[in-house]
């Protein structure tokens, strides 16, 4: 049964807290469990979470905005839920972050964490709503009201989250989905085909790979495919609706060619960058950028970026299997950026931009601004039509140019739409000395002068002069990048502890959350300063290392004797 928490809005008479002295609660009170527990606690509306829990008369449900900062404390410090837990146990800052006021209130078993999570994921498969994304949402805008933001300027910007995953090789995949489809059988089959899984379930995949001989790599592979193959076929009828035989479906399907006149192993350059990475997450895909390899997620994170702000905000934050497009990323976002701020210019860079985004953009008032863009660069020493003079006339379409030698030549319609054709001046061009670097210049069957272009072209020239524009008047967008540092800080290397796109996607939003009220207690910490110069700086000091409240934790559980070294 759902109830809402509200024993926290009332203190107690009597508690751990009222046991401190005045200036000690005051510097709990100041500190980053302070901050927390206003901008993030008691703002979080849980009534959107009543569907998680039956209706009928039972038992309280463990509070939800308790179960919701847990999480968010445990993103933002990157605790192990073991951690997590400890620090909720014994730690009186996190407790006090998370409404309490004394340790012995508001015990659980950790298991409600778990019970939780699936609850969240359930929901989600079944209904496409994420409630966490949901929440963050609720509870930045409140943020951004409450601290009067300006949010007419947003930036953004992508990056890898690696799942938690190991890396395997094509065969210590092929192998492990093997042992999966060998624990799904029954005991009927498993006898039945116990002989030709043998040389798979023997050890585990990884064991089965040490042990091949040099030259044995190839061959293996290849004998793999028919035992697949015939899986395949004799276990469709039983097994069809197991997730096993889904994962031995695709598996096959992404590593064999397999037709009535050709039957082998894929070569690696034909297979799919959306080609299992791991059996334990069939979400995660793989993306080679900028001559590095990454298995996982991509995360774009939207964020104020108002000069005149106190802080600037993340407001919106996706995260999508790593092959997914940041255009498409921010295209699918705009309509939410456009619902919740005021925005006017976007900030990105120059992996933003298309003809899908142009599209996007065009029916609003949003000024897209790159720091560069992406593809189709005019090879050095030549000229592009970035380098020309455009005139448009009322509907945005090229009218005139002016090329770098101050001609003036006319645009006109080609026979196909959106294709336009620039007719210059024969012995004016033949004169020039840049026609040998001009896109005007004859070429291929040409005789004269001409230039002929499409519509996507002119867009993207014009998008190259507002480049270079932009990059002289100064670049908001920098910044996003330190942004993007602070949401991944607390995992290791990128990698974040879980694996599947909604625990991944329900991590990086946490996360972010967190490194929102962090900003929003360094602006409430300098404002406590300005008004109060005197008060000692141990009650500002934000305490967010990963381990400032962990060592606390640990050093109150020792002295409870409950954890022996």
């Not at 009186?92 to 609850?119: K, P």
């Not at 492990?176 to 585990?204: C, F, S, W």
């Not at 008032?365 to 050095?380: C, L």
């Amino acid at each position: 049964m759902f109830r809402e928490h509200k024993e926290h809005l009332q203190g107690h008479l009597l508690s751990t807290l009222s046991e401190l002295p005045s200036g000690t609660r005051d510097i709990l009170e100041q500190s980053w469990a302070g901050t927390f527990r206003r901008e993030v606690f008691e703002r979080l509306d849980e009534k959107p979470f009543a569907v998680l829990y039956g209706e009928a008369d039972s038992r309280p449900n463990v509070p939800v905005n308790v179960l919701f900062g847990l999480e968010t404390l445990k993103s933002g410090f990157g605790w192990t839920d073991e951690q997590m837990y400890q620090a909720y146990l014994f730690d009186l800052q996190v407790r006090y972050a998370l409404g309490y006021e004394d340790l012995g209130d508001g015990y659980f078993a950790i298991r409600t964490v778990y019970n939780f999570r699936n609850r969240l994921s359930r929901h989600m498969q079944a209904t496409g709503e994420n409630l966490v994304e949901q929440s963050f949402a609720q509870i930045t805008d409140e943020q951004v009201e409450a601290f009067a933001l300006l949010t007419d300027k947003v930036r953004v910007d992508s990056t890898q989250i690696a799942s938690d995953i190991r890396l395997s090789s094509r065969l210590q995949l092929l192998v492990e989905v093997l042992g999966r489809v060998h624990r799904m059988l029954g005991e009927v089959d498993r006898n039945r085909y116990a002989e030709l899984l043998e040389p798979y379930i023997q050890t585990k995949a990884s064991q089965y790979i040490y042990r091949l001989k040099r030259g044995q790599y190839g061959e293996q592979m290849a004998q793999i495919g028919p035992v697949m193959q015939q899986l395949l076929v004799e276990l469709a009828a039983a097994y069809a609706e197991e997730d096993g035989y889904h994962l031995l479906v695709r598996v096959f399907g992404e590593h064999f060619v397999w037709t009535d006149t050709e039957q082998r192993p894929k070569e690696p350059t034909e297979l799919s960058a959306e080609s299992l990475q791991s059996a334990d997450d069939p979400q995660a895909t793989y993306r080679k950028k900028q001559g590095e390899s990454y298995r996982g997620y991509v995360s774009n994170i939207s964020e104020t970026c108002h000069p005149d702000n106190e802080s600037q905000l993340i407001v919106k934050v996706q995260t999508e299997p790593n092959v997914a497009d940041d255009e498409q990323m921010l295209v699918d976002a705009l309509p939410d950026l456009v619902d919740r701020t005021d925005v006017t210019e976007l900030y990105t860079d120059g992996g933003y931009n298309g003809p899908d985004l142009d599209a996007a953009l065009a029916d609003t008032p949003i000024q897209h601004r790159q720091s560069a863009i992406r593809g189709g660069r005019t090879p050095d020493g030549f000229l592009g039509l970035a380098d020309f003079e455009w005139q448009t006339d009322d509907d945005g379409q090229p009218a005139t140019l002016i090329c770098p030698q101050g001609q003036v030549i006319a645009v006109e319609p080609g026979r196909v739409d959106q294709r336009f054709i620039a007719r210059p001046d024969r012995d004016t061009c033949e004169a020039c000395p840049l026609l040998a670097i001009c896109p005007m210049r004859p070429q291929g069957n040409q005789r004269t002068p001409g230039l002929y272009f499409n519509d996507r072209a002119f867009q993207v020239a014009q998008k190259r002069q507002q480049v270079t524009t932009f990059s002289q008047s100064g670049n908001l967008r920098a910044a996003v990048e330190a942004t993007v540092r602070s949401v991944k800080q607390p995992f290791r290397h990128g990698k974040v502890l879980v694996r599947g796109l909604f625990r991944v996607s329900c991590v990086i939003l946490t996360s972010a959350l967190m490194v929102n009220a962090r900003r929003l207690h360094k602006v409430v910490t300098q404002k406590q300063k300005d008004s109060d110069p005197s008060a000692p700086d141990s009650a500002f000091l934000p305490l967010f290392s990963r381990s400032a409240t962990l060592s606390s934790a640990w050093k109150v559980a020792q002295s409870l004797s409950l954890i022996h070294i």
